[in-house]
Structure formats: C-alpha cells, structure tokens
C-alpha cells in the first residue's frame, strides 16, 4: 500500500511537472511569436490634418513653437513609424514630393540607417519631386524607364515592418485625399513585399538603362 | 495510508482532467480564431499577364475557345475572389474602367448581391469609366463632390474580405503598372474598412450634394 502510495504521489509529480512544462513552453512560444509579429496590424486614414511633425524628427526630444498644431495624427504616426528605423528602410513610391514625407526620409537617412528609394521616372521629373534632393544628401535613388507606372506606394522599415496603400507620398495626398495606409507585420506579407522590392532593385539598376527604351 | 492513497489519485485524476480540459480549450480557441480569419493574407503583384477570365463570370463552369490564356494571374485570382461574394461586395476605387473587373461587379449584382460602388467624381466623368454602366444595370453608385480625390483603392467581399493596395481598376493598372494588392482577412482591419466604407457612403449621398462645391 505505501508503494502504491508512493508511485501515485510519483505520478501526481510527473503530471503537473509536464503540464507545467508545457505551459512554460507555450508561453515561450507566445512570446517568440509576438517578437516576430511585434506589433498588430494598424490602419491610417488620410487625409490628415494640418499639424506639425518636425519634432519627431530631432535626435533628442525637442519642442516647436510654431503655429501648427502638435497633435497626433495619421501624419505624425505614419513619420514617427518611419523615423522608427535603425538598419534600413526601403522606399517604394510612385511620387514623393512631401516635405514632411521627404525629410523624414532625409532625418532617417541622416542618421546612418541605409535608405533605399525606388520611384516612377515620369513622375519623378515634375516639380516638386524630392529625388533631386534625396541624391543630392547621398541617397540611392532608382527608377523604371518606361510609360507604364511604377505604380507601388510601400515602405520598408528594418525589412520587418510594411507601410503599403494607396497613399502617394505628396501634401495632396496627406492633406487633401480620401486615402489609406496599412502598417503590417505579417512575415509572409512583408517576405512578398521584400522580394518584389529586391527584384525591381535589381531591374532599375541603372547599369541596365538602355537610354532608348521601347516606347 | 489507504485514505492517502485514494486522495493522491484522485489529486492525479483532476490534474490530468483539468491538463486535458485546458488543451481541448486551446484547441476549440485556435480553432474558432482559424474560422474567423478564414484565409491567409495573400498578395497579388501587378501586372499580370493577359488572361482570359470570362469563364470564371458564369455561374456554371464553362469553357472558352478564345486565342487568350486560361491560366491563373494575378487578375485571375483577383476575379476568383470578386466573384465569390454571396452578400455583399462594396467596391470603393479611384478609377474603374478594366472591362474585366467592371464584367466581374456586373456578375456579382446579377447573382442578386448587393453591390456599391463608390468612386472619384473627377476620373468618373471620363472616358472608359464604367460607372454609367453600373448604373443602367442597377447598381448603386456614390461619389465625391470635391477637387480632392476619392483615391481609395478596395474592396470588400461580404463585409470579411478587404483587398486593398495600389492598383486602379484599369487596363493600364492591371496589365502595365508596377502593383500590389493584399487580401486579408485580419478582423480589426476588416473592420476599420467597414467603417470607413460606411462613412464615404454616408457623406456622398446624394441627398446632401450641393451641385455649388467649394473649389
């Protein structure tokens, strides 16, 4: 009968040791999950109002006194998710022409993060278009040659996080339109969105331009 | 001892019960969360190669002996999942002039499914938009009045599916442009979609147009 008892307590020991072991394990493989997907799906919509972003755009937190308004906004949540890069943040933008937009851009690329940006060429030679800009501080710009658009209008921030949708990156776009922007961290999601980013990195090498491209 | 006995085993009969409990929950969770996001997010990347998707439109499978391809693109799959709304689909695009997806939303509102379009005021008036079509047909369409765009580019399928991303409902988005566009299920974005859907449907009733924007 004491064996019997023994071997039971013994028993009762091993139970609650796997179940506990199991739900450590669980718990940890919760937590790696939530590491991968580090934040949930958000959506913006636009247009934003007025408001001023400068300040989340200086190293150490700063105060503006001009007349804007501070608020938050799609706008200040879509710059302070951008200015929120530490290794890389790729670009991938019909038109940019935002000074908001372009000196976020500007600020990440400022400090020693490597900004690539991907843009439609016909787009890109109209007034206001940053790029001159965006070349001029040292930033890798590359574009399509020909008539159809290069139409995409997605950010990626360190590869793991994805800003996509309709938005085109210009003030009419940010103050003026009906628009939208999702911010995603799903991993097969943004492994597509980094594919078809490497790829038309590649295709717009401007080693490849043929400077007569079939019209 | 024999009392001991019998209390340790039942102790380990109600651990193993409640160990058993705690994973059949689990499982009944994971399972309910698995039919509320009932698909994986996908992307579709643009353009897609020129297809034929009319049999896809018949409510029967049929054939089609045109010179085209039958095989699967991206527009294919675009249409595949237009085309499977069984309540409701609320199409809310910056321009809609694709005679493929214009043949789709006809096919859906004449299974008897409420359709709304809502579009640009602008790109509505020029040529190649379907919206006159929709209309004849019977489908109920909404718009802006303003010089800002209504540049949204979704749609929603039965209230649970948004697609969403870059892409115009146009020849030249489809089968010339650099796009994407996401399908996902994930609720709290659906939802965000829904609302927004219902907002512009509310602001652009006609009942409220002034015929005098201000411009």
Not at 39 to 55: E, G, I, Y
Not at 76 to 87: E, K, P, Q
Not at 143 to 164: C, E, P, R, S, W
């Amino acid at each position: 009968m004491l064996l019997t008892a023994v071997s039971a307590w013994r028993g009762l020991v091993v139970v609650v040791g796997l179940s506990l072991a199991a739900e450590g394990l669980y718990y940890v493989i919760s937590h790696l999950k939530r590491l991968r997907e580090r934040r949930p799906a958000q959506v913006l919509f636009f247009p934003a109002p007025v408001t001023c972003v400068r300040p989340l755009l200086l190293s150490s937190p700063g105060h503006c006194r001009c007349g804007l308004s501070h608020r938050e906004s799609a706008l200040s949540c879509l710059t302070r998710l951008l200015i929120s890069a530490r290794r890389s943040l790729d670009v991938c933008v019909f038109t940019i022409s935002s000074l908001e937009l372009s000196s976020t851009v500007l600020a990440v690329h400022g400090r020693g993060v490597r900004v690539r940006v991907i843009t439609d060429s016909d787009y890109m030679a109209l007034a206001g278009s940053q790029v001159g800009t965006f070349r001029r501080a040292g930033i890798e710009v590359r574009h399509d040659q020909d008539t159809n658009y290069m139409h995409h209008k997605f950010a990626l921030i360190d590869g793991l996080t994805l800003v996509t949708g309709s938005l085109n990156w210009s003030a009419q776009g940010i103050f003026g339109n009906k628009e939208n922007v999702i911010i995603i961290e799903n991993t097969d999601i943004v492994k597509a969105f980094v594919e078809e980013f490497g790829q038309l990195w590649n295709e717009y090498d401007p080693a490849k331009y043929s400077f007569s491209p079939q019209r």
